[in-house]
Structure formats: structure tokens, C-alpha cells
């Protein structure tokens, strides 16, 4: 299955972030309050900023994005298995 945004495993990747860095604006953008806010996303434009020396720091540089991105994954799984529920009621009258 393939998914897009902070879904994807390629968002728990440090280089995506860093290629999405260099965009006009990007360091504006919103976090959902929910799971963070701003506090959030300045602690991945942090982490994405740090150059491992070793392959042991690159994991943990993973390890570290995989947790500040692990509730706001949850929070749009959740909404998407909300929006499938709805869809089948609209549809099937389930």
C-alpha cells in the first residue's frame, strides 16, 4: 500500500526532511496542535539538521525521528480509517 506524507516510512527519513528544508516557507508550516504543534516540528527541523558521524548515530537519528513522528502517523491512521468507515455507511448503509 502506498500512502503519502508523515504516513510513509520515507517521512522517518532525515534526508527527506532536509530536501523538503530548502523549500520557500516550509519552516512556517503548520503542526497539528494535537500531536505537538510547533514545539514538534522544530524538534524534527532539530534532528534533521544533525550529521551523524557513524552508523550508530544515523540509527539513532532514525530512532529519534520515528518517535516524534509515531503520534502524528497515529492520529491520520485513525483518521483514515474514520473516513473508510463513513465511506462504507454512505455507500453500503452499513
Do not use: C, N
Amino acid at each position: 500500500m502506498l500512502v503519502t506524507g508523515v504516513i510513509s516510512e520515507w517521512a522517518a527519513q532525515p534526508f527527506a526532511w532536509a530536501r523538503w528544508m530548502g523549500r520557500k516557507g516550509f519552516e512556517d508550516s503548520d503542526w497539528p496542535l494535537e500531536t505537538g504543534g510547533k514545539e514538534t516540528f522544530r524538534k524534527i527541523l532539530e534532528t534533521t539538521l544533525k550529521r551523524p558521524a557513524s552508523r550508530d548515530e544515523s540509527e539513532l537519528q532514525s530512532a529519534a525521528f520515528e518517535t516524534l513522528l509515531a503520534p502524528e502517523r497515529q492520529r491520520q491512521r485513525l483518521l483514515m480509517k474514520a473516513a473508510v468507515l463513513r465511506m462504507l455507511e454512505l455507500v453500503y448503509r452499513r
